[in-house]
């Protein structure tokens, strides 16, 4: 098992920035890909950014490329995304995912564990 626990949310302006943490424990070496999802109310939760620990490549939702960056600490722990130029439609719960299979995934069901998430809200 994996444990996942999100920190970093908060209320931020249209125009700034917020950098979530993901703090992961158990059995970490068995993750071999991180991401992060986020679902707003009323929406379906979607993918935001992944990261291989295996090749060290990362993968990001066409929405958020060039504005997000994801990136994690030298050991496992923690895992970032670091959110710039954020907007309204960024208002969401972001979730904290970890994969076990190989390559990067976009997908909810390619990932086996997930943290109860931070909420994220972007005021106008």
């Known amino acids: 098992q994996v444990q996942l626990v999100e920190s970093g949310g908060g209320l931020v302006q249209a125009g700034g920035s917020l950098r979530l943490s993901c703090r992961a424990s158990g059995r970490t070496f068995s993750s071999n890909a991180m991401g992060w999802f986020r679902q707003a109310p009323g929406k379906e939760r979607e993918f935001v950014a992944a990261f291989s620990w295996s090749g060290g490549g990362t993968y990001y939702a066409d929405s958020v490329r060039g504005r997000f960056t994801i990136s994690r600490n030298n050991a496992k722990n923690p895992v970032y995304l670091q959110m710039n130029s954020l907007k309204p439609e960024g208002r969401a719960v972001y979730y904290c995912?970890?994969?076990?299979?190989?390559?990067?995934?976009?997908?909810?069901?390619?990932?086996?564990?997930w943290g109860q998430g931070t909420q994220v809200t972007v005021s106008s």
């Open positions: 995912a970890a994969r076990t299979g190989g390559g990067l995934g976009s997908l909810v069901s390619m990932y086996d564990y």
